[in-house]
T-cell receptor, first 112, second 114 residues
Framework: KQEVTQIPAALSVPEGENLVLNCSFTDSAIYNLQWFRQDPGKGLTSLLLIQSSQREQTSGRLNASLDKSSGRSTLYIAASQPGDSATYLCVPRNFGNEKLTFGTGTRLTIIP | ETGVTQTPRHLVMGMTNKKSLKCEQHLGHNAMYWYKQSAKKPLELMFVYSLEERVENNSVPSRFSPECPNSSHLFLHLHTLQPEDSALYLC?????????????FGSGTRLTVV
C-alpha cells in the first residue's frame, strides 16, 4: 500500500527566498508523479508531471525532481512570491492501481 | 478553469433533501473520479469510472450514488445526508489506466449539510 509523506508539514518564509519541498513514497512501482497546489477551499491545480523515466521537470520558477528508486521527489521554488502561498501535494501514480494516495501536503506561506 | 467543470460551487442542503453534483470534462479523458476532502484531512477516493463503468467503490455509504452517463459527464446524487458529510467534493479526470498522463481536478463543490 502506497504511503506518502511530505516534509515539512508547514513552511513560512520571506518573499524572494528559494525553497525546497520534500516528498517521499513507499512504493516505487510508479509510472509518474504529479505535483499539485491547492488554495484554501479550492480544487487542485497541476503544477508538474514527471514520468518514471524522467529525473526532473521544469516550469517557470518551479523545478521538480524524481528519484524513483529511493522513493523521493522534491519541488524547488525559486524566488518565492506571496502568490505561491498554498498547500502543495505530491501524488505518485502506481501501476495497476487507480486509487491515488494523498498525503497531507506542505502548507506554504510566503511573507511579503 | 482547468478543463474539468464542477457545479454548483457551493451547496447547502438539509438532511432530508435530494441534490446532485455535476462534473463535466472535455479533455478527451475516459476515466473520472469523485474525491471527498474533509477539513484537515487528505483527499479520500469515493468512486472511479473508467469507460463509463464503475471500477471502484471505496466503501462509500449508499446515500451517495454516482452516475456516469458518458465519458464527459459524472454526477454524484445525494440523499438523506448527515452533517458529517459536509466537505469539499472534488471531481477529477484522466486518460485510461496504464497511460502516462496526469490527473486534472475541478474546482470542487463545497457541500454543507444542515
Amino acid at each position: 500500500k502506497q504511503e506518502v509523506t511530505q516534509i515539512p508539514a508547514a513552511l513560512s518564509v520571506p518573499e524572494g527566498e528559494n525553497l525546497v519541498l520534500n516528498c517521499s513514497f513507499t512504493d516505487s512501482a510508479i509510472y509518474n508523479l504529479q505535483w499539485f497546489r491547492q488554495d484554501p477551499g479550492k480544487g487542485l491545480t497541476s503544477l508538474l508531471l514527471i514520468q518514471s523515466s524522467q529525473r526532473e521537470q521544469t516550469s517557470g520558477r518551479l523545478n521538480a525532481s524524481l528519484d524513483k528508486s529511493s522513493g523521493r521527489s522534491t519541488l524547488y521554488i525559486a524566488a518565492s512570491q506571496p502568490g505561491d502561498s498554498a498547500t502543495y501535494l505530491c501524488v505518485p501514480r502506481n501501476f495497476g492501481n487507480e486509487k491515488l494516495t494523498f498525503g497531507t501536503g506542505t502548507r506554504l506561506t510566503i511573507i511579503p | 478553469e482547468t478543463g474539468v467543470t464542477q457545479t454548483p460551487r457551493h451547496l447547502v442542503m438539509g438532511m432530508t433533501n435530494k441534490k446532485s453534483l455535476k462534473c463535466e470534462q472535455h479533455l478527451g479523458h475516459n476515466a473520472m473520479y469523485w474525491y471527498k476532502q474533509s477539513a484537515k484531512k487528505p483527499l479520500e477516493l469515493m468512486f472511479v469510472y473508467s469507460l463509463e463503468e464503475r471500477v471502484e467503490n471505496n466503501s462509500v455509504p449508499s446515500r451517495f450514488s454516482p452516475e456516469c452517463p458518458n465519458s464527459s459527464h459524472l454526477f454524484l446524487h445525494l440523499h438523506t445526508l448527515q452533517p458529517e458529510d459536509s466537505a469539499l467534493y472534488l471531481c477529477a479526470s484522466s486518460q485510461a489506466f496504464g497511460t502516462p498522463g496526469g490527473y486534472t481536478f475541478g474546482s470542487g463543490t463545497r457541500l454543507t449539510v444542515v
